[in-house]
T-cell receptor, first 111, second 115 residues
Framework: GQQLNQSPQSMFIQEGEDVSMNCTSSSIFNTWLWYKQDPGEGPVLLIALYKAGELTSNGRLTAQFGITRKDSFLNISASIPSDVGIYFCAGLEGGSEKLVFGKGTKLTVNP | ETGVTQTPRHLVMGMTNKKSLKCEQHLGHNAMYWYKQSAKKPLELMFVYSLEERVENNSVPSRFSPECPNSSHLFLHLHTLQPEDSALYLC??????????????FGPGTRLTVL
């Protein structure tokens, strides 16, 4: 079935640095979602994107729906320790009932 | 209570036991989902219910049996599980099914360990 390639798999950064991660698919998606999961908790929605080229911010987080509709990017500016966690992308193909997830990017922020 | 709640948060069971996971959503949504999250693997969709009717069964073994008595509650009945079924089981809900692009909101999950 459809799979998403999410990279990088993990990141170790210093507090204050900016972070970028991305997701790519082999087919066209109509929706891209970015979630964050803390240990022992379920994923929490950060940003939802519904239109090619769309750029949406949520505080220090910015995500973009790629023009080709086959990729999406998430940027975190001026990282802080509470940004640690696993970030997942998820995408939805047109007419599908299934939300497809990436394997996640594990972020570690060193104070 | 707000959002999506799941009970129990942790469960340890033997392979011959029968147990049930419960999910409740307080968002007025019409669709509910069960996902399995294993280490280093993407979230795997198991079941989708829309208005209490199952609309997706993603080739899940019969030892997992879902039940959706109403749009606010979703159960996952477990019996004769295998150790490889140990995982975090996540429930989610959305206003409509994914076809209409509605966002899914997740519960905190049940950490299941099968001995």
């Amino acid at each position: 079935g459809q799979q998403l390639n999410q990279s990088p798999q993990s990141m170790f950064i210093q507090e204050g640095e900016d972070v970028s991660m991305n997701c790519t698919s082999s087919s066209i998606f109509n929706t891209w979602l970015w979630y964050k999961q803390d240990p022992g908790e379920g994923p929490v929605l950060l940003i939802a994107l519904y239109k090619a080229g769309e750029l949406t911010s949520n505080g220090r987080l910015t995500a973009q729906f790629g023009i080709t509709r086959k990729d999406s990017f998430l940027n975190i500016s001026a990282s802080i320790p509470s940004d640690v966690g696993i970030y997942f992308c998820a995408g939805l193909e047109g007419g599908s009932e299934k939300l497809v997830f990436g394997k996640g990017t594990k972020l570690t922020v060193n104070p | 209570e707000t959002g999506v709640t799941q009970t129990p948060r942790h469960l340890v069971m033997g392979m011959t036991n029968k147990k049930s996971l419960k999910c409740e959503q307080h968002l007025g949504h019409n669709a509910m989902y069960w996902y399995k999250q294993s280490a280093k693997k993407p979230l795997e969709l198991m079941f989708v219910y829309s208005l209490e009717e199952r609309v997706e069964n993603n080739s899940v073994p019969s030892r997992f049996s879902p039940e959706c008595p109403n749009s606010s509650h979703l159960f996952l009945h477990l019996h004769t599980l295998q150790p490889e079924d140990s995982a975090l089981y996540l429930c989610a809900s959305s206003q409509g099914t994914p076809k209409v692009g509605d966002t899914q909101y997740f519960g905190p999950g049940t950490r299941l360990t099968v001995l």
